[in-house]
């Protein structure tokens, strides 16, 4: 006989809370400078070819990000998605690398002008995603991603002219759940890369958002297996690790800081009551918004489950990393002004960090990029204020006329992002002195070992 709790309703009271004082932050933030020609050579005739260069590519890139909206493929498997980005850029005649930097459904193009000089001159990556979720589609709304770094890409190259400088359009596949961007790395795709941008659809628009890093890790605790009632002293119960491990891991939450996550789901705990499960296993993620304490944090998860294995008299065996780990988002706030600049151009504002709170946080491997090079990694809003991410709603919002419009205004932030970055190098300079004052490079695997 099913016994129903009187409400299933979790209760909103937190959420309203935490709605009402985002906007009380809202009222209160500063406007973003609007920008002067004289302080930022870059906005005046180039931002005007941009935006006019955007205009003409706007239709297109509404019949890319609805037909990948219409055809969701997940994570490794965007093989058509990546097809549809690649011939909107080869209609523009750039050569297009399939397979780019070892990652089968990735993409490269480049705008190389014909004096390029690495040495002198800057190269700016921008990022498309295009994975979407199992079941919900483009709930991540990485379509509207997808189609505004092409967009990004084609409308600054046409804006740029013969402008020393190189761009680069990169296709980043795999960030649902995986980590795309981090075997792209790894595959050379930020060599010579100065600087890079991408987007997020949102139910905000904010130029720096947290995102925090997550590690994965999968746990197989090993006892041995009994007759649950004629013997079950002979056995050593790999279930009772696990549920330790979950209880233990549920205690430690207490003492966690507030921006960290963690959450464990047990994948095998044995097939029948009357057999002693000699083995059982777990999923874990752990996430938290430093690098330095996502590794506090799975040190103390190390312990726990190690603990929880002595106590049942099992071994356990510990695979971190199954994916490479997501670092947090360093957004580059001298990039982000700039950012909020284009948009107050378009109308919108961009709200800087700390008016949505932290704890509102999800990862990204974006976060792994902005870890080498100074990025930003911006949040557009297309939904209304309460849709979440990874909802069937927010799926809905992914392919409608408020998805179009953050996708166009987007498209010609971005742009004009690049453009200021390639066209005045100061900013350029003034990212990269942030980037080093904030610790400069980490790369994953130093930050696990
Ligand atoms: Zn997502
Ligand atoms: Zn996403």
Redesign the pocket.
């Known amino acids: 006989m099913a016994h129903t709790p009187r409400s299933l309703t979790p209760s909103s009271a937190f959420l309203d809370a935490t709605n009402h004082a985002i906007h009380e932050r809202m009222a209160r933030a500063e406007t973003p400078p609007s920008g002067t020609p004289e302080d930022y050579p870059g906005q005046s005739h180039l931002w005007s070819n941009t935006t006019r260069a955007a205009e003409e590519i706007a239709e297109e890139l509404r019949d890319l990000a609805l037909d990948l909206h219409a055809h969701p493929e997940l994570a490794f498997e965007e093989r058509r998605s990546a097809e549809a980005l690649a011939r909107v850029v080869e209609k523009r005649g750039f050569a297009v690398e399939r397979g780019a930097h070892g990652v089968e459904t990735a993409l490269r193009a480049e705008r190389v002008s014909e004096g390029f000089d690495p040495a002198t001159h800057p190269t700016i990556a921008v990022m498309s995603e295009y994975d979407a ?1 199992p079941g919900i589609g483009h ?4 379509n509207i991603i997808a189609a505004s770094g092409v967009g990004a890409f084609l409308a600054a190259t046409a804006a740029l002219g013969d402008t020393d400088a190189r761009v680069v359009f990169l296709g980043t596949p795999a ?2 759940g995986h980590s795309g961007k981090e075997y792209m790395i790894r595959g050379g795709m930020l060599d010579g890369v100065d600087a890079a941008v991408m987007i ?1 659809p949102f139910s905000f628009d904010i130029a720096s958002h947290a995102w925090v890093g997550r590690r994965t890790l999968s746990v197989t605790f090993r006892g041995v297996a009994a007759h649950a009632s004629s013997q079950p002293f002979m056995g050593r119960n790999a279930l009772d690790a696990a549920t330790l491990a979950y209880q233990g891991m549920g205690l430690l939450r207490q003492q966690m800081p507030p921006s960290d996550r963690l959450h464990a789901v047990i994948t095998d705990g044995g097939r029948r009551p009357s057999v002693i499960p000699g083995e059982a296993r777990m999923d874990i993620y752990v996430r938290s918004s430093l690098t330095a304490t996502l590794m506090d944090l799975s040190s103390r998860i190390d312990d726990v489950l190690d603990g929880a294995a002595l106590m049942a008299g099992v071994s356990v065996d510990k695979t971190w990393d199954t994916h490479p780990m997501s670092l947090p988002v360093r957004n580059n706030e001298t990039m982000a002004v700039r950012w909020a600049v284009t948009q107050s151009a378009r109308g919108r504002r961009a709200l800087p960090a700390g008016v949505v709170p932290e704890s509102l946080a ?1 990862s ?1 491997d974006f976060g792994n990029v902005s870890h080498l090079v100074p990025a930003i990694h911006p949040m557009v809003k297309i939904a209304p204020e309460g849709v979440a ?2 909802t069937e709603e927010f799926a809905r919002w992914a392919g409608s006329e408020d998805g179009i419009r953050g996708l166009n205004d987007a498209t010609a932030g971005l742009a004009q992002v690049i453009i200021d970055l390639v066209s005045d190098p100061r900013l350029l300079l003034a990212a990269r002195e942030e980037f080093e004052r904030a610790g400069g490079e980490v790369r994953v695997e130093r930050a696990t070992s």
Request: proline share 0%.
């Open positions: 979720l709930a991540c709304g990485h960030e649902e997020h999800a990204t991410l990874h």
